[in-house]
């Protein structure tokens, strides 16, 4: 399939299954209210649908994990850098027990979860980014791990794909937050030149430094329907200019429309659309 095509239409490495730390406030609600059109749904069943509203294709938010089962084939993720923890270098008040909170809660350790495996056969580095911890935001130890996945792909020769879902850098590490920004962008320059294919797909929401650095780098720039992507909030924006925004500004649909996206994927089309992109770029054996 050539890529006009694609577009037109809507082992050598060894792994092991990882083991992940589960959080220990497992008690899930037994339904599940869309935030969208505000249908109550078990929480089983939008799981089964990859947590997307049966009612009205709503794209709910999914942990880390839940993204890499959806895509990485059975038993094969090896998870990277999994015991990497943030600190507090600015002594930044209340943020030691935010951040404690969040490893309660998610069972992560950081907001971000990288690690390779296997996508139909065809060996791939990925990151998942996720909300649930400080929003999603890109502190050093995040910046880190993607670094890290990055060159762990350069090593490997394997293509390396990102999903985003981030607040922004994360205030209460500074400059050492927005250093992030710089480190990826350059792990991605060094990928770039080796002619690796790096695959970026935006989620909701996608903001601040994320979107303005590795988000926004893919060879391909994918995202989800409906997802919030852009680097100011809206206000910020309008009082600026003074002028009032289109409804659907800093949205998947209006970033492709104006040429910034190269396509919206369903989720549920979402592995089937990197596998043909990867076969593409004959990463993929015949």
Known sequence: ?????????????????????????????????????????????????????ISCGHHLAMTAYERIDSLIDEQTFKEYDADMTSTDPLNFPEYKPKLDKDRDKTGLNEA????????????????????????????????????????AALEQQRPFIMFAASGGARMQEGVLSLMQMAKT???????????????????????GGVSASFASLGDYNFAEPKALIGFAGRRIIEQTIREELPEDFQTAEFLLKHGQLDRVIERSEMKQSLVTILDIHGYIDQ
């Open 1 to 53: 399939m050539s890529l006009k095509d694609f577009f037109n239409k809507k082992r050598k490495y060894a792994t092991i299954p990882s083991e992940r730390q589960q959080p220990s406030n497992m008690n899930e609600g037994v339904m599940t209210k869309c935030p969208k059109c505000k249908s109550i749904i078990y929480t089983k069943e939008l799981k089964k649908h990859q947590m997307i509203c």
């Open 112 to 151: 971000v979860v990288t690690g390779e495996g296997y996508m139909e056969g065809c060996p791939v580095v990925i990151g998942v980014m996720d909300s649930r911890f400080r929003m999603g935001s890109m502190g050093s130890v995040a910046g880190e791990k993607i670094a890290r996945a990055i060159e």
């Open 185 to 207: 962008s350059a792990a991605l320059k060094r990928l770039d030149e080796h002619g690796l294919l790096y695959i970026s797909v935006m989620t909701d929401p996608t903001t």
